[in-house]
């Protein structure tokens, strides 16, 4: 059972560079997120999903955006990469949105933005 | 808001040393709390978890014992190995409006077991 998988794992990009950050998960879970990982930080979250099709803001949306048409993926897109968003960037899913509901994550893609 | 303060790190212990890593957190509402943790190189799991007053989570000898009293959630173990190196993090999950129910986490505190 793989659970959450990111790809990729690492990524050096350039400044104005675009890219897009694939998570896949096969636990059929209804709600998946995208944090990023910041030293001193903790996570932070960017955007997330409560079902196909659906997307929402989450604390730190700027710069990038989502995109949610098959239930077991969420794309993270990055239009005009900026140094400021070097980062670790971690996908997560739940079953649902329950308050007592854990998260699973994946492993994590370390982005580097020069 | 809802935030969660966890004791600043890195933590250095000797092998079966006694550890505590202190989490407070501010609610508006009553959170489930949980414990995650992040070895080398990987993702976030699921440590343990509590979800209501006095009950305590457990789970490869760490526990937590949420005091809502105190919003407190301290994660504690008897004696550490060097296998538990890892950053832990806490974290509270509430009903944020709306149907939403966010994970909101601490900044993390890392843990450096040595022999």
């Known amino acids: 059972n793989a659970g959450v998988t990111q790809t990729p794992k690492f990524r050096v990009l350039k400044t104005g560079q675009s890219m897009t950050l694939l998570c896949a998960q096969d636990m059929n879970h209804e709600y998946m997120y995208w944090y990023r990982q910041d030293p001193g930080m903790g996570l932070r979250l960017i955007h997330y999903s409560v079902g196909e099709g659906t997307t929402a803001k989450g604390e730190v949306p700027d710069g990038y955006n989502v995109s949610r048409l098959k239930k077991q993926n969420f794309l993270l897109g990055l239009e005009s990469a900026a140094p400021s968003q070097t980062s670790v960037y971690f996908c997560?899913?739940?079953?649902?949105?329950?308050?007592?509901?854990?998260?699973?994550f994946g492993q994590g893609t370390r982005l580097t933005v020069v | 808001g809802n935030s969660v303060t966890q004791m600043e790190g890195p933590v250095t212990l000797s092998e079966e040393a006694f550890l505590t890593i202190n989490c407070t957190y501010t609610?508006?509402?009553?959170?489930?709390l949980f414990w995650y943790v992040q070895y080398p190189g990987e993702g976030l799991q699921l440590l343990l978890k509590a979800t209501k007053a006095d009950d305590k989570g457990s789970n490869k000898g760490f526990e937590a014992t949420y005091r809502k009293e105190t919003t407190s959630f301290h994660l504690e173990k008897g004696s550490v190995q060097v296998s538990d190196s890892a950053v832990y993090f806490c974290a509270l999950r509430i009903n944020s409006g709306a149907g939403s129910y966010q994970l909101t986490f601490g900044k993390g505190t890392k843990l450096s077991v040595i022999p």
């Open positions: 609610a508006t509402g009553y959170p489930s």
């Open positions: 997560a899913s739940s079953y649902r949105q329950g308050w007592n509901t854990e998260a699973f």
